[in-house]
């Protein structure tokens, strides 16, 4: 295996958070599947905002509101110019991909009867599971599960038997979460469409990693989060069909949401304003901005290129350790790689190695239900972004070589 040209030391420098030890040991931060890390153009973004430009957006006709509104705004236009919507209105800002799919399901709610269904798959990271159980419950429509097969491959062959004339929604993620695989969404959208049934596509773990175009998709949703692509935490985005965003009530009352209110009635705004009740989360909307601008100055070619060379480096090393069993397997996958070693709790196994340095996540990743498919409690999951180098592969090898010694 030979590295892409990709020069990551230099990204790294971006990165002040990864220049420390920890235990000291220097830190090996696997874990971007949880949250990615953000790189001094973000935090140079967000802190010119608060020092310069803050005020309320949409209100004032000072300066300040005025510059805050452009920047804000102009970040709306950033998302949309990365998933290639057709236009800003389809851009709706949120607190992340747990706030959009809830917007999603509450907006939804009253157009679903007894006797509906929601098909989702058996890979969906919770917050792509319990939203839609609850408006199940609330209305009486029944959730119905696409299975996975053994390497963590959605078996699609059995959506067209699953949708019938009650399917009202296929919400499927991009890129699962706990497996690392990534799922043929378009093709997945154009067998719901032919049978009339909108899709939501979780898009969390996808956008670090690859090119999104929500018009190729032909998504009628698409929900993701800013501090999974190197923005920051507590904002998210929903992009929704114009014609779908047009249909749907609001599903939080308060400002900005109205046009006009008395105590009679109510106008709603346009979209995407619509949806945006109270003070957005302005910096953040800023911050993901300039996320945007710094993945797209390093090409999104190049960071997939890069992170596949990653994944083949980890996956091949650890297949290589006697007792570990890798779990997600498919052909087609992100850089997550989850996975169990004989005799030994993930939880252990993940305390030990943060005492040398390797951070990656252990449990059950928000993603029960593929723990339960597996028969595990939870596994091991070591997650790559284009700033991780083979080196801190080795010292994650290494510190598990020393905490099988230790426990096994
Ligand atoms: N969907 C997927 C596929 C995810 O991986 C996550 C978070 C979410 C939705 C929720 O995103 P949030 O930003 O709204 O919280 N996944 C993980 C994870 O794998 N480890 O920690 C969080």
Known sequence: MSSPAFDVQSIRNDFPILHQEVHGCPLAFLDSAASAQRPQQVLDAIDHYYSHDHANVHRGVHTLSHRATDAYEGAREKVRAFINAKTTQEIVFTSGTTEAINLVAASLGPSICAGDEILITHMEHHSNIVPWKMLCERSGAVLKVVPIDRDGVLLTDKIPDMINARTRLLAVTHVSNALGT?????????????????????GAQATLHAAVDVQELDCDF???????????????VLYGREAWLERLPPWQGGGEMILSVTFTDTVYNKLPYKFEAGTPNIAGAIGLGAAIDYLLHIGRGNIAAYEKYLLDYLTDRLAQIEGLRLIGTAPDKAGVQSFVIDGIHPHDLGTVLDHKGVAIRTGHHCAMPVMDFFGVPGTARASLAFYNTTAEIDQLIDALAVAREMLA
């Open 182 to 202: 990534v799922n043929p969404v378009k093709s997945i959208v154009a067998t719901a469409h032919t049978a009339g049934v909108p899709v939501l596509l979780d």
């Open 222 to 236: 698409y929900a993701f989060s800013g501090h999974k692509m190197c923005g920051p935490t507590g904002i998210g």
